[in-house]
């Protein structure tokens, strides 16, 4: 089992069990916690807190590399279980908290701002990191980072690919609220957010929270012209040598030769 699930007081803690491998989100983590929460939601609970078995500080190391299609396939397509995990996250209609306590990198970190609330320990850090592995974002969760943080802090999280630490991530409101250290993290989760959500009206959350979802997708919607060119954009990049070079060169653990230019979209 990658996944634990704990149903107290109508609360359900869901956490990756999988440190030895940094809580990669592979095909059979992400089907697993589909599972957790729909099976929470089942159960009546009126919150579910995402936590994770930290090893070497990480929390989650993000996408699983070496599930990644060097075939031609679109990397971040519509089903790609990842994505599907981040849709669960974000339409099931009861919160969903994001505990974190380490370093989240990459689509942990589109995970996390999946979630409805995010706390954390003050040495936590948050990194989006496509750009590292020459992987092409897809719209949809490019949208969901500029809908959250604004596009400026959104363009430097992925340009640079670069960790944040829990104060900025608190500053520009990534996260709810930060607390000192790991024990500090769990009483003012327990204290500050789930009393509150055991006192009050989960049938008016919810409600709350359907709205808050189709709100956010209203504002985000594109012509179909400008989809297809940003598909367009994302396909010569995922077919290009660029792609798999930052595969490769992950899985070997040494820096990547990139050789494409910006030109090569024009």
Same mark, same amino acid.
């Given at each position: 089992?990658?996944?634990?699930?704990?149903?107290? /007081?109508?609360?359900?803690?869901?956490?990756?069990?999988?440190?030895?491998?940094?809580? @990669?989100?592979?095909?059979?983590?992400?089907?697993?916690?589909? #599972?957790?929460?729909?099976?929470?939601?089942?159960?009546?609970?009126?919150?579910?807190?995402?936590?994770?078995?930290?090893?070497?500080?990480?929390? !989650? #190391?993000?996408?699983?590399?070496?599930?990644? +299609?060097?075939?031609?396939?679109? +990397?971040?397509?519509?089903?790609?279980?990842?994505?599907?995990?981040?849709?669960? $996250?974000?339409? *099931? &209609?009861?919160?969903?908290?994001? %505990? $974190? /306590?380490?370093? $989240?990198?990459?689509?942990? %970190?589109?995970?996390?701002?999946?979630?409805?609330? *995010?706390?954390?320990?003050?040495?936590?850090?948050?990194?989006?990191? &496509?750009?590292?592995?020459?992987?092409?974002?897809?719209? !949809?969760?490019?949208?969901?980072?500029?809908?959250?943080?604004? *596009?400026?802090?959104?363009?430097?999280?992925?340009?640079?690919?670069? +960790? =944040?630490?829990?104060?900025?991530?608190?500053?520009?409101?990534? =996260?709810?609220?930060?607390?000192?250290?790991?024990?500090?993290?769990?009483?003012?989760?327990?204290?500050?957010?789930?009393?509150?959500?055991?006192?009050?009206?989960?049938?008016?959350?919810?409600? =709350?929270?359907?709205?808050?979802?189709?709100?956010?997708?209203? !504002?985000?919607?594109?012509? #179909?012209?400008?989809?297809?060119?940003?598909?367009?954009?994302?396909?010569?990049?995922? @077919?290009?040598? /660029?792609?798999?070079?930052?595969?490769?060169?992950?899985?070997?653990?040494? &820096? +990547?030769?990139?050789?494409?230019?910006?030109?090569?979209?024009?």
């Amino acid at each position: 089992m990658l996944v634990e699930n704990m149903i107290k /007081d109508r609360i359900a803690y869901i956490k990756m069990n999988n440190g030895k491998h940094f809580n @990669c989100l592979s095909e059979d983590m992400c089907n697993e916690l589909m #599972a957790d929460i729909k099976h929470s939601y089942e159960k009546e609970c009126v919150g579910i807190v995402l936590e994770a078995e930290v090893n070497r500080h990480v929390w !989650s #190391a993000g996408h699983d590399i070496r599930e990644l +299609p060097q075939d031609g396939s679109d +990397p971040l397509a519509f089903y790609v279980p990842m994505e599907k995990l981040l849709r669960e $996250v974000q339409e *099931i &209609p009861i919160p969903v908290i994001a %505990c $974190v /306590d380490g370093t $989240v990198w990459g689509g942990a %970190c589109d995970l996390c701002l999946s979630c409805d609330m *995010i706390v954390s320990s003050r040495d936590a850090t948050f990194a989006i990191t &496509p750009a590292k592995i020459g992987i092409p974002y897809n719209a !949809s969760g490019i949208m969901h980072f500029v809908n959250q943080l604004g *596009i400026n802090k959104a363009r430097e999280m992925f340009f640079l690919a670069t +960790p =944040i630490t829990a104060e900025d991530a608190l500053n520009v409101g990534l =996260i709810n609220r930060v607390a000192d250290n790991g024990e500090e993290l769990r009483i003012m989760l327990e204290e500050q957010f789930l009393a509150p959500l055991r006192r009050n009206s989960i049938l008016s959350i919810s409600a =709350i929270k359907r709205q808050f979802r189709i709100l956010s997708r209203a !504002s985000t919607v594109i012509s #179909a012209e400008s989809f297809e060119r940003i598909n367009a954009y994302r396909n010569i990049v995922y @077919c290009g040598d /660029d792609y798999r070079e930052g595969i490769n060169s992950f899985l070997e653990k040494r &820096p +990547p030769e990139y050789k494409g230019k910006a030109k090569d979209l024009d």
